[in-house]
Each structure stands twice: as structure tokens, then as C-alpha cells.
T-cell receptor, first 113, second 115 residues
Framework: DAKTTQPTSMDCAEGRAANLPCNHS???????VYWYRQIHSQGPQYIIH???NNETNEMASLIITEDRKSSTLILPHATLRDTAVYYC??????????????FGKGTKLSVIP | ETGVTQTPRHLVMGMTNKKSLKCEQH?????MYWYKQSAKKPLELMFV???????ENNSVPSRFSPECPNSSHLFLHLHTLQPEDSALYLC??????????????FGDGTRLSIL
């Protein structure tokens, strides 16, 4: 699976949009981009995933560049409860029944009142 | 509420005890996973089950013994653990088949402390 690079930490003012970048310059054509977050003492929470088109759900939007070498997770109106470590993960979707998720160090997002 | 429930949430045990961790998923998934998360370290995959069959054992010591009686339930039996086994143990599930891109959904874990 392709390696990802994320900033170690970011701050965002409450009520503003939080834009979390991820670089995956070695991504291949059949690799998806997944985003998870982990709030202290809880399990990782799935947020969103995509292949090449931009995606939006009730939690966030995922913007993938045309060359697919980077992506941005957007939380449109950050709240204090969005303070967490955010993980960008790239993995091959090859129809296998099960697969390993490899978590890196992620980005520690702090939402400031 | 993620649809994946783990019990107990916290467990303290001595090195000679035997205990079990339980995971139940209500999502209709057919793949289930055990991960270990130690302090300040990334998640480590331990075991994978697909349609109740174990498909991966990531070189886990035999003092950890998984059991998957059906696609909705997963257990991790523990015996004669070591202090370095203290960690957050996470269960996840996913739907296999199709394009293979379905995400894993995690429970909130069991915080295990070995005395």
C-alpha cells in the first residue's frame, strides 16, 4: 500500500472549516484513500473514503487532486468534539475478503474555542 | 454508536489469570479483526477472520487465542499474559466482496492492564 504523509498537528478555530491535507504521491490506480479519526480512549472512527472523485457525507468532504497524489479532508464547521487524531490511509481494493489497515502517526487536530 | 460492541471496556488482570475479551458486530459484516494499540505506537493487526475462518495470524504469541463462532461474534482468550501486553485491544469488522473497498468499523476497545 502507498505511503502517506500528514502534518503532525493543526489548529482550527471552532465554527471554521478544518482542512486536513494528506500526501500520497506514490498512489497507484487501484488504491483508495480512507480517512479515520481517533478521539482519546476511543476506537478509530471511519469518516470517508474515495478513489478519484470527490466525496461528501454527513461528516466531511474528501477532495482528491486530479493526479491523485494528494487529498484534503474537510470538516465544514469544526466543533470542539472534532478534536482528535486524523489518519489518512491508502490501500489497494482488490476484492480480497479481508485486509489490513495500516495506521501512521496522523494529524493531531485541535479545535480552539 | 459504530455497530461494533466490545466488552469489557476495562480489564485488570494478573499474569496468571485467564480472561476473555468479547466483540459483537451488528452490521451484517463477514470479516472481523483484532488489533492491538500500545501507548504511543500505531495499531498492530493481530488476527483476521473471514466468514468465520482465520485468514491471518500476525505472529501473535500463543498466550492470545482468538475464537470466531459466527460472523457476528469474535473473542480473544487471554492466559499468562506479560506486563508488555497492557494495551488497548480493538475489534473491527468489514463487509467483504464486491470491489473490496468497504471500510472497517471499529469498537471502542478494551483497555487491558496486566499487573
Amino acid at each position: 500500500d502507498a505511503k502517506t504523509t500528514q502534518p503532525t498537528s493543526m489548529d482550527c478555530a471552532e465554527g471554521r472549516a478544518a482542512n486536513l491535507p494528506c500526501n500520497h504521491s506514490t498512489i497507484s490506480g487501484n488504491e483508495y484513500v480512507y480517512w479515520y479519526r481517533q478521539i482519546h480512549s476511543q476506537g478509530p472512527q471511519y469518516i470517508i473514503h474515495g478513489l478519484k472523485n470527490n466525496e461528501t457525507n454527513e461528516m466531511a468532504s474528501l477532495i482528491i487532486t486530479e493526479d491523485r497524489k494528494s487529498s484534503t479532508l474537510i470538516l465544514p464547521h469544526a466543533t470542539l468534539r472534532d478534536t482528535a487524531v486524523y489518519y489518512c490511509i491508502v490501500r489497494v481494493a482488490n476484492g480480497a475478503g479481508s485486509y489490513q489497515l495500516t495506521f501512521g502517526k496522523g494529524t493531531k487536530l485541535s479545535v480552539i474555542p | 454508536e459504530t455497530g461494533v460492541t466490545q466488552t469489557p471496556r476495562h480489564l485488570v488482570m494478573g499474569m496468571t489469570n485467564k480472561k476473555s475479551l468479547k466483540c459483537e458486530q451488528h452490521l451484517g459484516h463477514n470479516a472481523m479483526y483484532w488489533y492491538k494499540q500500545s501507548a504511543k505506537k500505531p495499531l498492530e493487526l493481530m488476527f483476521v477472520y473471514n466468514f468465520k475462518e482465520q485468514t491471518e495470524n500476525n505472529s501473535v504469541p500463543s498466550r492470545f487465542s482468538p475464537e470466531c463462532p459466527n460472523s457476528s461474534h469474535l473473542f480473544l482468550h487471554l492466559h499468562t499474559l506479560q506486563p508488555e501486553d497492557s494495551a488497548l485491544y480493538l475489534c473491527a469488522s468489514s463487509q467483504s466482496g464486491g470491489a473490496g473497498n468497504q471500510p472497517q468499523h471499529f469498537g471502542d476497545g478494551t483497555r487491558l492492564s496486566i499487573l
